[in-house]
């Protein structure tokens, strides 16, 4: 099993950045695909990007791309979200997935997750 601690959260003015962290611990991430998604009061969860094995290849969700970066250092056992430009509409308790499915569709039940962290873009 891999445990999975989100960090990083907080209160963002609209266009300002942040970044997320996901640290693991359990085992050894470097040969699993790791994952964000997000979750608004209300609404469904979502899918917000996902990077392979290796770091290289990575995907995003339509409302994300351009703005979002999702890279891994697995020396430090430690996936992180880059959110820039950020918008009102990115509120939401953001995710970290560990050995989910990202490419050629999405599974959202799949794989191991924390506990989330509150990103809130408000002025």
């Known amino acids: 099993q891999v445990q999975l601690e989100e960090s990083g959260g907080g209160l963002v003015q609209p266009g300002g950045s942040l970044r997320l962290s996901c640290a693991a611990s359990g085992r050894s991430i470097s040969l699993t695909p790791m994952g964000w998604f997000r979750q608004a009061p209300e609404k469904e969860r979502e899918f917000v990007a996902g990077?392979?094995?290796?770091?290289?290849?990575?995907i995003y969700g339509d409302s994300v791309k351009g703005r979002f970066g999702i890279f891994r250092d697995d020396a430090a056992q430690t996936v992180y979200l880059q959110m820039n430009n950020l918008k009102p509409e990115d509120t939401a308790v953001y995710f970290c997935?560990?050995?989910?499915?990202?490419?050629?569709?999405?599974?959202?039940?799949?794989?191991?997750w924390g506990q989330g962290t509150q990103v809130t873009v408000s002025s």
């Open positions: 997935n560990a050995d989910g499915t990202y490419f050629d569709g999405v599974d959202y039940a799949r794989g191991y």
């Open positions: 990077i392979n094995s290796n770091g290289a290849k990575s």
